[in-house]
């Protein structure tokens, strides 16, 4: 039974990277966003940025209020694991964190104080989880950090998450684009406005100091795109060789 079992998954998973892989062989890109608040404004720019491109797909995949600290986590990850099953895209793109400066809770419903060493334990092996899923099904993803944050103590937690996404990128070889750098004033402080480079100035974060207008989700659009085509041509490549 056991032998069974372990060739069904097995076939999965061969099936999965064989659907990923089509993508490449027919010149088509499918790309899905996942995350939450801060993932869907993702989607729409990189939906924005590429609908004339007839060879990609964008597709939409967050979910507002969605988190990693969520009690709900391990349903959602069984949710983002039976949608990977069905319809494994090409690239993902990922970016979460926005609700997650808050208190968690171990599988053995241990709580821990957002950003203690607990906390970060937690909430790290999640992050791997995620990533894990991507991986094992050689998924090329690319993961978003936090953006500065208007509220200094909010800034500071979502200095707390990149540092864990980074590293977690690293572990599990997926492809980190900090957005803590970007988007800022010359002394890297919250602007709500930035400037073309040619004639005008343009609102790119929201009033509430945490999301972005749709120019701004333009923006980190031009940003993502780069990296995706690194990554396509990346899996194109490793497909290719004996």
Same mark, same amino acid.
């Given at each position: 039974?056991?032998?069974?079992?372990?060739?069904?998954?097995?076939?999965?998973?061969?099936?999965?990277?064989?659907?990923?892989?089509?993508?490449?062989?027919?010149?088509?890109?499918? #790309?899905?966003?996942?995350? =939450?608040?801060?993932?869907? %404004?993702?989607?729409?720019?990189?939906?924005?940025?590429?609908?004339?491109?007839?060879?990609?797909?964008?597709? @939409?995949?967050?979910?507002? %209020?969605?988190?990693?600290?969520?009690?709900?986590?391990?349903? *959602?990850?069984?949710?983002?694991?039976?949608e990977l099953e069905k319809s494994p895209p090409n690239v993902a793109v990922v970016m979460v964190g926005a609700n997650d400066q808050q208190g968690i809770r171990d599988e053995n419903r241990i709580g821990y104080v957002?950003?203690? =060493?607990?906390?970060?334990?937690?909430?790290?092996?999640?992050?791997?989880?995620?990533?894990?899923?991507? @991986? %094992?099904?050689? #998924?090329?993803?690319? *993961?978003?950090?936090?953006?500065?944050?208007?509220?200094? =103590?909010?800034?500071?937690?979502?200095?707390?998450?990149?540092?864990?996404?980074?590293?977690?990128?690293? @572990?599990?070889?997926?492809?980190?684009?900090?957005?803590?750098?970007?988007?800022?004033?010359?002394?890297?402080?919250?602007?709500?406005?930035?400037?073309?480079? =040619?004639?005008?100035?343009?609102?790119? @974060?929201?009033?509430?100091? #945490?999301?972005?207008?749709?120019?701004?989700?333009?923006?980190?659009?031009?940003?993502?795109?780069?990296?995706i085509q690194q990554q396509r041509e990346a899996a194109r490549a490793s497909a290719a060789a004996p």
């Open positions: 039974m056991r032998t069974f079992l372990s060739l069904c998954a097995a076939l999965c998973l061969a099936l999965a990277s064989a659907l990923s892989a089509h993508g490449a062989e027919t010149g088509t890109l499918t #790309i899905t966003v996942y995350g =939450e608040g801060l993932g869907d %404004g993702v989607w729409e720019g990189l939906y924005l940025l590429l609908r004339s491109d007839r060879q990609v797909r964008v597709q @939409r995949h967050s979910q507002l %209020g969605a988190g990693l600290t969520r009690p709900d986590f391990d349903a *959602w990850l069984k949710s983002l694991r039976s957002f950003a203690s =060493e607990g906390w970060q334990q937690v909430y790290g092996d999640r992050v791997d989880a995620v990533m894990a899923e991507f @991986r %094992g099904r050689r #998924i090329p993803t690319v *993961w978003l950090g936090l953006p500065v944050m208007r509220k200094s =103590e909010y800034n500071g937690g979502a200095r707390v998450l990149d540092a864990i996404f980074e590293a977690a990128a690293e @572990r599990n070889h997926v492809t980190f684009v900090p957005l803590a750098g970007a988007f800022t004033d010359a002394a890297g402080n919250f602007v709500v406005y930035i400037h073309d480079g =040619e004639h005008r100035y343009h609102q790119v @974060r929201a009033e509430d100091g #945490i999301h972005f207008t749709t120019y701004g989700y333009q923006l980190i659009a031009e940003k993502v795109w780069p990296k």
